[in-house]
């Protein structure tokens, strides 16, 4: 009984009704009033106070005044950490190329092939798409490239090629060159250095009958034209056609890279063979 009595008090009170009223403090003449009780100022000042706090939210989050709170970065903070974000990502993925190439490496140390391609491409190309051949071992490449698959007679070292003069060639690079033409050193092929991800375009006209990796040269393709030519870019860093592709006079076919052991930085190794006799580039094309 003694709890009914005191919650029906404690309502009775809450219902109570009050006056608040503003006199002039002159005339003592009722300026204004309001009758009020306790559950309506509770109602007000909790509604208030839902509003004030709704009030603060929408200013701190669409205001500049939230960079003021203290721990709330500025905008050129957040610039900051999205710019170290992308950065660290670019870090993870030149590290896993890094470790896929050392990887590569321990392969073929051990004499077994490696699997998949050191280059990670921005581009998704699904892996059943390239054809790579793979070769143990480097007189292997050279006697199948050499002796099957371009297919060119031995001649002799004084013969001289024909009709050549009057063909059109088209620069696989624009770019410096930097290591020329010197069959005395076994150097048959002249060094372009260009800008970095340069294209390789194909000289002329012809058929890709070789497109893969090896280890002093790296990621090389081998085209064959008519008239007995045979054009070779070496050192890349991305394959874009594979065997038997038919490409035009200019076609993109590789990345400028720098792959292989047999390198000193990115730079295209040309090489422009005739009926089997290695030809000096800068003779015909314009670098």
């Known amino acids: 009984m003694v709890k009914k009595k005191k919650k029906k008090n404690l309502i009775e009170k809450l219902k109570n009704r009050y006056r608040l009223i503003i006199y002039n403090d002159s005339t003592y003449q009722t ?36 960079e003021f709170i203290p721990g709330y970065p500025s905008a050129e903070v957040r610039q900051m950490i999205v710019h170290n974000a992308t950065l660290v990502d670019s870090l993870e993925e030149q590290l ?19 699997h998949d391609p050191d280059y990670i491409a921005d581009t998704t190309i699904p892996s059943n798409q390239i054809e790579i051949n793979h070769y143990n071992h480097d007189s292997i490449f050279k006697q199948k490239i050499l002796e099957e698959q371009l297919s060119l007679s031995i001649q002799q070292e004084n013969s001289k090629p024909t009709n050549i003069a009057s ?69 890349n860093a991305e394959l874009l056609k594979k065997v038997n592709d038919k490409v035009k006079a200019g076609e993109a076919i590789a990345i400028m890279g720098n792959t292989g052991e047999l390198t000193t930085g990115p730079h295209l190794h040309f090489e422009l063979w005739h009926q089997g006799i290695a030809l000096d580039p800068e003779k015909y094309i314009d670098f």
């Open 96 to 114: 896993q190329i890094r470790d896929n190439y050392f990887e590569k490496i321990r392969l073929l140390i051990e004499g077994e092939v490696p």
């Open 167 to 235: 063909l059109h060639f088209f620069s696989p690079l624009k770019g410096v060159i930097t290591n020329r033409f010197d069959q005395q050193n076994d150097h048959v092929a002249i060094d372009v250095v260009g800008l970095p991800n340069s294209r390789i375009s194909s000289v002329m006209d012809g058929t890709v009958i070789f497109a893969g990796w090896t280890v002093d040269t790296g990621y090389i393709i081998y085209l064959q034209h008519e008239h007995d030519l045979v054009s070779v870019y070496k050192h």
């Open 31 to 66: 300026v204004w009033s309001m009758q009020l009780t306790r559950i309506k100022v509770f109602t007000l000042a909790g509604f208030g106070s839902l509003i004030l706090i709704l009030l603060t939210v929408v200013i701190i989050a669409y205001t500049p005044i939230r």
